[in-house]
C-alpha cells in the first residue's frame, strides 16, 4: 500500500514532510498536502518529519480513517506537486496545539 496524509494537516500545511520525499509523491492545495498512492515508494521518511502526525501507512489507519486513502488518491490528482518546503499556513500553530503536538 501506501502513506496517506489524514485530517490533521487540515489547517496546517506543514511541509517538512516534502524535503525527504524521494519520489516527489505530495500536491497540495490552499490548505493540505495530500499523498500521490501511484508515486509514493512507501519509504515511510516522510512520517517523522509532519509535526501534527499527520502521515500514516494506510495498513495502520483505523476504520474511521480509511477514507483518507481515496481521498489522498483523488485529490493528489488535482493538485500541483510539492517539492520545497513552504511557510505553514497561519493557522498551523493554533492546529497543532489543538491536536496535542
Not at 487540515?10 to 508515486?39: K, N, S, W
Request: negative net charge; hydrophobic residues 35%; glycine residues 4%.
Amino acid at each position: 500500500m501506501t502513506h496517506v496524509v489524514t485530517d490533521n494537516c487540515l489547517q496546517c500545511r506543514y511541509t517538512e514532510c516534502v524535503t525527504v520525499c524521494p519520489v516527489a509523491c505530495f500536491r497540495g492545495d490552499g490548505t493540505r498536502l495530500f499523498i500521490d498512492p501511484d508515486l509514493c515508494v512507501d519509504c515511510g521518511a516522510c512520517v517523522p518529519m509532519c509535526p501534527v502526525h499527520a502521515i500514516a501507512d494506510s495498513f495502520d489507519l483505523e476504520d474511521a480513517q480509511q477514507i483518507w486513502i481515496g481521498v489522498n488518491a483523488e485529490q493528489s490528482k488535482r493538485h500541483p506537486t510539492v517539492r520545497e518546503r513552504e511557510t505553514p499556513l497561519p493557522t498551523a500553530a493554533e492546529r497543532r496545539a489543538a491536536l496535542g503536538h
